[in-house]
């Protein structure tokens, strides 16, 4: 899910919840929160640069980081390929604790939640789903 049609979403929920209140709600405050998408699409793209980063420093030894690139190891699957074997979001937790079951000569790491969230947008931008 891209960050706008998520942003969307939470403005709907949010029109939705606030319906009792709609005679206090201004087109103005809509025409606001509208206004911070573009600003969460440009911090979503940063993260994903600063994800790129950490992959490229990181990860490249074994795993292919790009769009077409192959895995220097051929039992590290390439991070374009993530999303067909797990929910990308479900890696943060695996990330955040420790993965020690990637591929044998995989280190085992253990992130803070910033690189996490940078690492899987820079995952996501390659899968081409955005989710």
Excluded: W
Excluded at 11 to 33: D, Q
Excluded at 61 to 85: K, V, W, Y
Aim: charged share 20%; with cysteine.
């Amino acid at each position: 899910m891209t960050l706008i049609k998520a942003g969307n979403i939470i403005l709907a929920y949010l029109f939705t919840i606030m319906k009792p209140f709609s005679p206090l709600l201004s087109p103005g405050l809509a025409i606001a929160l509208l206004a911070l998408l573009p600003a969460m699409e440009a911090q979503a793209a940063n993260d994903a640069e600063k994800g790129k980063v950490f992959v490229e420093s990181n990860c490249a030894r074994c795993h292919a980081i790009g769009l077409d690139d192959d895995s220097h190891l051929p039992e590290a699957p390439p991070l374009r390929t993530l999303h067909n074997r797990y929910p990308i979001d479900s890696l943060s937790e695996a990330f955040a604790e420790g993965i020690v079951t990637g591929h044998p000569q995989m280190p085992e790491f253990q992130l803070d939640i910033d690189t996490i969230s940078d690492m899987l947008a820079y995952i996501k931008s390659l899968s081409g789903t955005g989710q």
